[in-house]
């Protein structure tokens, strides 16, 4: 015996004996159910994005919804939509300064970007896209800065099972991380001691008429995942604002109209993150309308805008100067009109809608000071995208049904 414990007292002894044991004991799943549950997440996370998610960013569910107005900013930073395009994003983001597009890790200290919604459709990079954004809204965090995402109508119209815009690559995209959220799924069960976890996939069809036979597991699984309370759903998109104020912004993806105003835009906020998360029966207010507020196009189409109506939106909103929104392709780039008030920044950037030169909004000095980031070429584009948007039938389905068939969406009620 060393003399470490020679003079020990007897209990002292025993206790020790009996630590030792316990430790000698082989780990189970009831020793270590929060460990093997981040560690299956954490893999699934990387199979599907190729990012490891920090521990506060890859909970199953968002994050409370924080306020729905926010204080200036030094810096404010506007990025229009994205539509899947992963190395346009990029750009964005690096054009911003927000991101090094080396090591795509936050660069923008203290900076604060809102992205105005459509993540979603029109490219097959939506998932790599969201994980991203998720992983860079911790880091950003940690910097004093944010990085806020918007619920475009894209994003809308995928939880309510409207397929309208989504691609060949979006389908495999999903269809991918099917593949591994079951997997994880699969290795979870193994463990008795783990609450079952719930399978997104039960009662969702598997079949689809009027679309081809090959895109059939695409649909199921984008249907599992974006339906209200699906995992893509609850994780990467509930938690978003449908309307935001920084300082004296205000980011919609469409529009508000006094109607809107006057119903409450934390009412909004809240009910379509009810929807989304918790499945609300109850469709929210002012978001499937034609003049919804992920849907308006009254102040962001042409330039003949009715200013005064505009005037009196922001008016009914303290301390106001301005709506930014996307939604509208903007073959000049971004502009504003209405003495500045309504500002335009989708830039049709995405390779499926427009292939537009990259470009953002940067507004500081306390809100007076507002201009454009420009990506260095030229603007050889603004031709192939009017001739684009002059094609029929670019809906995304249009490459997906048969080809005797007429049916242009897959719109089944949730």
């Given at each position: 015996?060393?003399?470490?414990?020679?003079n020990k007292p007897h209990k002292e002894m025993t206790n020790l004996q009996s630590n030792q044991t316990?430790?000698?004991?082989?780990?189970?799943?009831?020793?270590?159910?929060?460990?093997?549950?981040?560690?299956?997440?954490?893999?699934?996370?990387?199979?599907?994005?190729?990012?490891?998610?920090?521990?506060?960013?890859?909970?199953?569910?968002?994050?409370?919804?924080?306020?729905?107005?926010?204080?200036?900013?030094?810096?404010?930073?506007?990025?229009?939509?994205?539509?899947?395009?992963?190395?346009?994003?990029?750009?964005?983001?690096?054009?911003?300064?927000?991101?090094?597009?080396?090591?795509?890790?936050?660069?923008?200290?203290?900076?604060?970007?809102?992205?105005?919604?459509?993540?979603?459709?029109?490219?097959?990079?939506?998932?790599?896209?969201?994980?991203?954004?998720?992983?860079?809204?911790?880091?950003?965090?940690?910097?004093?800065?944010?990085?806020?995402?918007?619920?475009?109508?894209?994003?809308?119209?995928?939880?309510?099972?409207?397929?309208?815009?989504?691609?060949?690559?979006?389908?495999?995209?999903?269809?991918?991380?099917?593949?591994?959220?079951?997997?994880?799924?699969?290795?979870?069960?193994?463990?008795?001691?783990?609450?079952?976890?719930?399978?997104?996939?039960?009662?969702?069809?598997?079949?689809?008429?009027?679309?081809?036979?090959?895109?059939?597991?695409?649909?199921?699984?984008?249907?599992?995942?974006?339906?209200?309370?699906?995992?893509?759903?609850?994780?990467?998109?509930?938690?978003?604002?449908?309307?935001?104020?920084?300082?004296?912004?205000?980011?919609?993806?469409?529009?508000?109209?006094?109607?809107?105003?006057?119903?409450?835009?934390?009412?909004?906020?809240?009910?379509?993150?009810?929807?989304?998360?918790?499945?609300?029966?109850?469709?929210?207010?002012?978001?499937?309308?034609?003049?919804?507020?992920?849907?308006?196009?009254?102040?962001?189409?042409?330039?003949?805008?009715?200013?005064?109506?505009?005037?009196?939106?922001?008016?009914?909103?303290?301390?106001?100067?301005?709506?930014?929104?996307?939604?509208?392709?903007?073959?000049?780039?971004?502009?504003?009109?209405?003495?500045?008030?309504?500002?335009?920044?989708?830039?049709?950037?995405?390779?499926?809608?427009?292939?537009?030169?990259?470009?953002?909004?940067?507004?500081?000095?306390?809100?007076?000071?507002?201009?454009?980031?420009?990506?260095?070429?030229?603007?050889?584009?603004?031709?192939?995208?009017?001739?684009?948007?002059?094609?029929?039938?670019?809906?995304?389905?249009?490459?997906?049904?048969?080809?005797?068939?007429?049916?242009?969406?897959?719109?089944?009620?949730?």
């Amino acid at each position: 015996m060393s003399n470490k414990y020679k003079n020990k007292p007897h209990k002292e002894m025993t206790n020790l004996q009996s630590n030792q044991t316990k430790s000698m004991e082989p780990l189970t799943c009831a020793s270590l159910p929060h460990s093997l549950s981040a560690f299956v997440d954490a893999f699934v996370d990387f199979s599907v994005g190729g990012l490891f998610l920090p521990p506060s960013a890859s909970s199953a569910t968002s994050p409370s919804l924080p306020p729905s107005r926010l204080p200036p900013a030094s810096r404010l930073v506007a990025i229009g939509d994205l539509h899947g395009d992963f190395h346009k994003t990029i750009q964005s983001l690096s054009l911003a300064g927000l991101v090094d597009p080396a090591s795509l890790r936050w660069i923008g200290g203290s900076s604060v970007a809102v992205q105005v919604g459509d993540v979603l459709d029109r490219g097959g990079d939506e998932l790599r896209i969201l994980y991203l954004i998720r992983r860079l809204q911790a880091e950003a965090e940690r910097s004093g800065g944010r990085l806020m995402m918007l619920n475009g109508n894209h994003e809308t119209m995928n939880v309510a099972r409207n397929f309208r815009y989504i691609t060949p690559a979006g389908l495999e995209e999903f269809k991918n991380w099917a593949k591994w959220y079951r997997a994880g799924l699969a290795m979870k069960q193994l463990c008795p001691d783990l609450p079952r976890p719930k399978d997104p996939f039960k009662g969702v069809p598997k079949s689809f008429p009027g679309v081809k036979p090959e895109y059939w597991d695409g649909f199921h699984a984008r249907i599992a995942a974006l339906q209200p309370a699906g995992p893509i759903t609850t994780r990467f998109l509930s938690g978003n604002h449908t309307i935001l104020i920084v300082g004296d912004s205000v980011f919609v993806h469409g529009g508000l109209l006094r109607k809107h105003v006057e119903y409450g835009l934390d009412r909004i906020n809240r009910d379509v993150r009810s929807w989304m998360a918790v499945n609300e029966p109850k469709l929210p207010m002012f978001v499937f309308d034609r003049d919804a507020v992920v849907w308006l196009r009254a102040f962001s189409d042409g330039f003949n805008c009715d200013c005064t109506q505009l005037q009196e939106v922001l008016s009914l909103i303290p301390g106001a100067r301005r709506m930014v929104m996307g939604h509208t392709i903007q073959t000049e780039g971004i502009n504003a009109v209405c003495g500045d008030q309504a500002v335009r920044v989708d830039v049709g950037l995405s390779k499926g809608c427009g292939d537009g030169v990259p470009e953002v909004l940067e507004i500081t000095g306390g809100g007076k000071e507002v201009r454009i980031l420009t990506a260095s070429w030229n603007r050889v584009y603004e031709g192939r995208k009017q001739a684009w948007e002059r094609k029929e039938n670019v809906e995304g389905l249009a490459w997906l049904v048969r080809e005797s068939s007429r049916v242009k969406g897959v719109e089944t009620k949730a």
